[in-house]
């Protein structure tokens, strides 16, 4: 069966500082994989997606980046945090149909 | 506008059913339509999804109204563990796509 991984569970982290967020999916190969944002009380707002190794599409302009180094790697990052950069993180991947599933989220506080 | 509409919370008894609206009236005649839910912090968890015809699986069942404009999730007899913020989703062409509203936020009384 397929299984997702998210780490780190929660993160703290100053204004300025580095993020790596990792997503690893077990079970399936040549997913599509997505990165999403949630605010408190909101939808998901839908922040970069791969089709494939090197392809990474951006949904919205913002001060992060994606990367997907293997086939079952997905990687988010960002050289320097804003407060606005505050959420949770959640990694999901498809078979390439609009069913997707989700990781259990990475809960980031920007201070 | 892709976006569908559904209330904000609504409350129910234990082992009572559940019906859960959701609107989408300028749906096109190919986007399915999807329901997740999340539990509290967790990532979301796919419930069920159709086209036209009603539909069932193991966790609900989804009624789709007969012009498209309207559908609903039914749990047939909720429980605790069914507390969560469901979420009514249209998917279009583009498979990458999910747009995602503020859900529903089911609770469950005891």
């Known amino acids: 069966s397929q299984t997702i991984h998210q780490w780190p569970a929660t993160l703290v982290q100053p204004v300025g500082s580095p993020l790596s967020l990792e997503c690893t999916v077990e079970?399936?190969?040549?997913?599509?994989l997505y990165w999403y944002r949630q605010a408190a009380g909101r939808g998901l707002q839908l922040l970069f997606y791969s089709v494939g190794i090197g392809q990474i599409s951006s949904e919205v302009p913002q001060n992060l980046s994606a990367s997907r180094p293997q086939d079952r790697q997905f990687i988010l990052s960002s050289k320097k945090l804003l407060l606005s950069d505050s959420g949770f993180y959640l990694c999901?991947?498809?078979?390439?149909?609009?069913?997707?599933?989700f990781g259990p989220g990475t809960r980031l506080t920007v201070l | 506008d892709a976006k569908t509409t559904q209330p904000n919370s609504m409350e129910s008894n234990e082992e009572e059913p559940v019906h859960l609206p959701c609107n989408h009236s300028?749906?096109?005649?190919?986007?399915?339509i999807h329901w997740y839910r999340q539990l509290p912090s967790q990532g979301p968890e796919y419930v069920i999804h159709g086209l036209t015809s009603n539909v069932n699986n193991r966790m609900a069942s989804l009624a789709i109204a007969e012009d498209r404009k309207s559908s609903t999730l039914i749990l047939h007899r909720a429980t605790l563990r069914d507390a969560a913020v469901y979420y009514c989703?249209?998917?279009?062409?583009?498979?990458?796509?999910?747009?995602w509203g503020a859900g529903t936020k089911l609770i469950i009384k005891p």
């Open positions: 300028t749906i096109s005649g190919t986007d399915y």
């Open positions: 989703i249209r998917v279009g062409n583009s498979n990458y796509q999910l747009i």
């Open positions: 999901a991947w498809s078979t390439g149909g609009p069913t997707q599933y």
């Open positions: 079970g399936t190969s040549n997913p599509n």
